[in-house]
Nanobody, 120 residues
Framework: QVQLVESGGGLVQFGGSLRLSCVAS????????IGWFRHAPGKLREGLSC???????WYADSVKGRFIASRDKAKNTAYLQMNNLKPEDTAVYYC??????????????WGQGTQVTVSS
C-alpha cells in the first residue's frame, strides 16, 4: 500500500523558516509526481506545489519565491523548504501524489499531516 508520512512542523516566528519532510513507501518517486497542500480551519484546501518525476515544479502564487519543493529519489523522500513564513501560512501541511485534473491539482494518498503555526 502507498503510504506518505509528513514530519517537521512546529511553531515558528514571523519571518522564520521550516523544512518539512515526506517519507514515501509503497511507491518509488522515480515514477511519481509528488507535491504539498495545506488546510487551515475555516478555509479551503490549497495546493502548494507539484514536482514531476523529471523535476519540473509548479508552485501556487501564494508561496512562489518563499517555498522550495524538492525530492531525493535515493531516499524516496520529498521536502518542502518554507522561508519567510507569515501568520497566514498557519495550517496543517500534507504531501501527496499529485495530478492535474480539470485545471486543478489533486492529491492522493496523503497522510496525517504536520501542523505549522506561525506567530505574529
Amino acid at each position: 500500500q502507498v503510504q506518505l508520512v509528513e514530519s517537521g512542523g512546529g511553531l515558528v516566528q514571523f519571518g522564520g523558516s521550516l523544512r518539512l519532510s515526506c517519507v514515501a513507501s509503497g511507491i518509488t518517486l522515480d515514477y511519481s509526481a509528488i507535491g504539498w497542500f495545506r488546510h487551515a480551519p475555516g478555509k479551503l484546501r490549497e495546493g502548494l506545489s507539484c514536482i514531476s518525476s523529471s523535476d519540473t515544479t509548479w508552485y501556487a502564487d501564494s508561496v512562489k519565491g518563499r517555498f522550495i519543493a524538492s525530492r531525493d529519489k535515493a531516499k524516496n523522500t520529498a521536502y518542502l523548504q518554507m522561508n519567510n513564513l507569515k501568520p497566514e501560512d498557519t495550517a496543517v501541511y500534507y504531501c501527496g501524489i499529485c495530478r492535474l485534473d480539470w485545471g486543478e491539482y489533486e492529491y492522493d494518498h496523503w497522510g496525517q499531516g504536520t501542523q505549522v503555526t506561525v506567530s505574529s
